[in-house]
């Protein structure tokens, strides 16, 4: 009798359990395979997630699916590498991406962006250096020298990249970022190279420079997240930081500070994969994320990157306005990210710059 | 006992058993050969065909002092990873062959528990426990025991912490796992015929777990050579690893050629070492499987 | 030379530890569990920056997670995919053990070898072998692509202790079995199964860890539609600092734990039926 018992109970658990996975599996997932995209209606955007992509949510893609009835499929992770694969292969997996300015000298070289339409595409209130033929720019965006002012301890702060190099009157340890590109520009600018004679870079210059510093930085840091938790923690007391998580930090209570004064001043950018059936849908969404109203709504309120639309001042405060790279007296202080050069140079720059680090 | 054998009709069920057992191979086989064969294939033809026949890139990888540097860097940090992953992990396996049941699973639960941990959430705890105000240094300050805070982070010993951690649970299993097969009366018996506790230990039980400590450490040697993540984040400017290296060629410098090249070579540090380890010590007897 | 005619019996005793090795022994655990300790403090701590040890308790970070459908989904999706590639793998495997241990066909040596080599290739040739290989089939970014790449990495890791308990399994109990009637299923079903469970259950628990937590392979794959919990702690770790993160692995802490005792207490009572039976 028990034996029976405990044989239905058996069963039982037996067939909830698959039921329930049954379930699971088929309820809340959804295709395993890509679902065939309605074109025209649909548009699938690659970004860098965080609260960068929440501000190009709030301001670009909410409104935009109101105002013409499109639904966005928003994804994260852009890069060139990908965009390759799918011209490559003819199969689309992001209809518009927003790239790293390295990625888009890249993919220019290898003719994999889309050129703009500009009949479709309203280039007209756009800053020049934003301009180029298969993309263009929709922040501007700062690298620059950061520091925790408590981490500080009272000492007076470097205000300069050669300030940065100066262990002696600057004292503490220190952090830069495990690349070539930017570093080798401070490094110029430190050796008193002025910001408008940097490009072509002077590389034995550069390494040169670079070598006096190697010793005292602790750090080369390799993503977002590890810049910003260093000068939180005041692992470090100097960096290079991006200037939008370094406000970010700033809303959130950190004492951290940002120097102007030798920032490398860079873009990101919006393309579209060469090829990319759905690319009218794309660039229609280009032209509204453009207007000076809407940057100047991510601007304002959502997060501290310069507009690329020169009109979008018009709706930023001006409290708010210098806390953005592209703030004319800001700008001022700053070299413009050369990305002709750096597309012809990355591979073997990059090459001679990891040599360096190993050595 | 021979009633319980089924009889045999001699050759023919022989084959038809044969055939049943070489059937039940045959999925996991046709799996393999599509989904990993292929896609292998696929590199090793991109890596000699840019667009035509070329050596070029294979070429390139030797001449160039960087990527050699860094392959002998990669080999260099692995080796000393997979001996701090067996310093640690063998007297750990030593102990679970030994300890009560639930002293074992409480033990085998902290092993799995390690493992479901994100690799990179793992690392920032490393980053946290590690850093120049990290955990460490902070109690060691504090109890007097250091003056000024400890360099364990962003140099190699960042890098053996990091990956030794993730190491351990692939090192113990084998271990374990041989050790499990080892009779235990054997010890029993050199002991009874004199043998001191340590002279059991090395010349009875260390010798059996051989087998285990290969297999282990030949699959941790295996996995910290195709590395890059953990050293990037905990290690200093010394510490490059080669798939690191790959990844670049791949993502931001688009040399997909080069960089199959540079896999393919990758692919052939581990082959060769493999043989190695097949020579001298057998791939039945990766993970159990000891005679005696 | 005569030793002493008594010696204290614990020093014949094979299954003894002295003290010094159980530190060691101890001081492993604590240090693979050290992690683990940080990140369920952190995770009580701020939702805005990282910090350790945290200035302030608080639900936020949990708050933070269940208001965050990427995030689930993510966790959803790596947990699927894990799980049916550890489905996948074990059943391939067990069959492949079988055929293996037993078999007694050419080539044996070979396939033993073959069905291991994906355990010697390097995480990123992988990941740049599928996705030159899966981008042709457009089947890059879906989780399709994503078990189809996981299933021969985690093939060893099923073969394995599968084919080591199968070893040692001794095999007059199938034909005792057979003997007494049962047809080939039942044997393996009700006496086979049974005794290698605890193999194909290690076996199934490494698939499923390894398709979980891999980070380079899903680098290379993961897609629009099919985004998996490293590959988006990878893309938001690159520009930020996500402060949710200790909170997500608790939660995943929380269901393994729940899962491995549920795997121990359904042992238990079986093995106990068992005896009865």
């Known amino acids: 009798m028990k034996k029976k018992k405990e044989m239905k109970r058996r069963e039982f658990i037996a067939t909830t359990g698959m039921a329930v996975g049954a379930a699971l599996v088929t309820s809340s997932i959804g295709p395993f395979v890509h679902t065939t995209m309605a074109k025209g209606k649909t548009l699938r955007i690659c970004s860098y997630g965080g609260s960068y992509q929440e501000s190009q949510r709030k301001a670009f893609f909410e409104p935009f699916a109101d105002k013409f009835g499109v639904k966005i499929i928003e994804t994260s992770g852009p890069d060139i590498a990908k965009i390759k694969a799918q011209v490559d292969n003819n199969a689309y997996e992001w209809d518009l991406a927003d790239l790293e ?259 | 006992m021979s009633t319980l054998i089924p009889k045999t009709n001699g050759k023919n069920q022989q084959q038809r058993a044969a055939l049943r057992q070489f059937l039940l191979v045959l999925p996991a086989l046709i799996a393999l050969l599509l989904f990993f064969v292929i896609p292998i294939g696929s590199i090793f033809v991109k890596s000699l065909f840019d667009p035509d026949l070329t050596f070029k890139h294979y070429i390139y990888f030797f001449q160039n002092p960087l990527y050699t540097r860094v392959l002998w860097i990669t080999l260099q940090i692995s080796v000393l990873a997979t001996l701090t992953s067996l310093i640690i992990g063998y007297p750990l396996a030593y102990v679970l062959r030994r300890a009560k049941p639930t002293v074992r699973s409480g033990f085998m639960m902290c092993i799995v528990l390690s493992f479901i941990i994100s690799l990179l959430v793992r690392n920032y705890s490393w980053i946290m426990v590690l850093q120049r105000n990290g955990v460490v240094n902070m109690l060691l300050t504090t109890l007097g025991i250091v003056e000024f805070p400890l360099k364990m982070l962003h140099n190699k010993i960042g890098v053996m912490v990091g990956m030794t951690h993730i190491f351990i649970p692939y090192i113990v299993f084998p271990i374990y796992s041989v050790m499990t097969g080892i009779d235990l009366s054997l010890e029993k018996a050199a002991q009874n015929l004199g043998a001191s506790r340590w002279q059991t230990f090395w010349r009875i039980s260390f010798p059996l777990s051989l087998p285990g400590i290969g297999a282990g450490a030949l699959l941790v040697f295996i996995m910290s050579i195709g590395f890059f993540i953990t050293p990037a984040l905990l290690g200093g400017r010394k510490e490059q690893m080669l798939s690191n290296l790959i990844q670049i060629q791949v993502v931001d410098l688009l040399n997909w050629s080069f960089a199959s090249a540079m896999s393919v070579i990758l692919l052939a540090v581990t082959l060769i070492i493999f043989a190695f380890y097949n020579r001298y010590l057998g791939v039945e007897r990766l993970w159990g499987g000891v005679k005696l | 030379m005569k030793k002493a005619a008594v010696k204290k019996t614990y020093w014949h005793d094979p299954m003894h530890v002295g003290w010094p090795l159980w530190i060691v022994a101890g001081s492993a655990v604590f240090f693979l569990i050290v992690p683990i300790l940080l990140l369920v403090v952190m995770s009580f701590g701020s939702a805005e920056i990282i910090e350790f040890p945290p200035s302030r308790f608080s639900f936020d970070q949990y708050r933070m997670f269940f208001a965050h459908p990427a995030w689930q989904s993510a966790v959803s999706n790596s947990l699927l995919v894990a799980s049916l590639t550890a489905v996948v793998a074990t059943v391939l495997g067990l069959m492949a053990s079988l ?90 079903m009700k006496i086979t199964l049974p005794i290698i469970r605890p193999g194909v259950l290690t076996g199934a628990i490494f698939a499923f860890m390894i398709a979980f937590d891999e980070v380079v392979i899903a680098l290379f794959i993961c897609g629009s539609d099919a985004i998996t919990l490293p590959k988006k702690m990878w893309d938001v770790i690159r520009y930020e600092i996500e402060p949710m993160l200790p909170a997500i692995s608790t939660l995943l802490l929380l269901l393994a734990l729940v899962v491995l005792l549920l795997i121990g207490f359904l042992q238990n009572r079986l093995a106990k039926r068992m005896g009865n039976g």
């Not at chain 1, 809303?251 to 500070?257: I, Q």
């Not at chain 3, 996981?150 to 034909?175: K, M, Q, W």
Request: glycine share 8%; aromatic share 12%.
């Open chain 1, 101 to 359: 300015t390295r990625h888009v000298a890249r993919g220019e070289l290898e003719n994999l962006l889309e050129p703009l339409d500009t009949n479709v595409v309203d280039l007209s209130g756009i800053d020049k250096k934003a301009l180029r033929k298969a993309a263009v720019g929709n922040i501007f965006w700062t690298t620059s020298l950061a520091y925790n002012k408590e981490a500080l301890k009272g000492r007076k702060p470097a205000s300069s990249w050669a300030d940065f190099w100066d262990v002696k009157n600057f004292p503490g340890p220190r952090a830069l970022q495990d690349q070539a590109p930017f570093n080798l520009e401070y490094a110029l600018i430190a050796d008193g190279v002025p910001m408008d004679k940097l490009y072509p870079l002077d590389l034995d210059r550069a390494f040169k420079k670079m070598g006096e510093i190697r010793e005292h930085i602790t750090v080369w840091w390799k993503n977002g997240a590890q810049q910003i938790q260093l000068l939180t923690s005041a692992e470090v007391n100097y960096s290079s930081a991006w200037n939008g998580r370094v406000n970010v930090a700033q809303t959130k209570g950190v004492p951290l500070e940002i120097v102007w004064e030798g920032g490398c001043v860079d873009l990101d950018w919006w393309c579209i994969p060469r090829g990319n059936p759905n690319k009218d849908l794309a660039m229609k969404f280009i032209d509204f994320a453009l207007s000076a109203e809407r940057q100047g709504e991510q601007m304002a309120k959502y997060i501290a990157y310069g507009p690329t639309n020169l009109g979008a001042f018009k709706y930023i405060s001006d409290e708010r306005a210098k806390q953005l790279p592209s703030y004319p007296e800001n700008l001022k202080k700053q070299f413009a990210h050369n990305a002709d050069y750096w597309g012809a140079k990355l591979a073997e720059v990059t090459e001679r710059w990891k040599l360096w680090m190993i050595s």
């Open chain 3, 99 to 188: 055929g293996l241990v037993w078999g007694k066909f050419k080539g044996k040596g070979f396939m033993n070898a073959f069905i291991l080599s994906p355990m010697i290739v390097p995480l990123i040739v992988l990941g740049l072998a599928y996705y030159v290989s899966l981008v042709k089939l457009d089947l890059l970014g879906t989780r399709l692509g994503l078990i189809i790449a996981y299933t021969p990495l985690a093939l060893p890791f099923t073969v394995l202790p599968i084919s080591a308990t199968l070893r040692g399994f001794d095999r007059r109990l199938e034909h005792a079995a057979l003997n007494l009637g049962a047809n080939r299923f039942q044997t393996f």
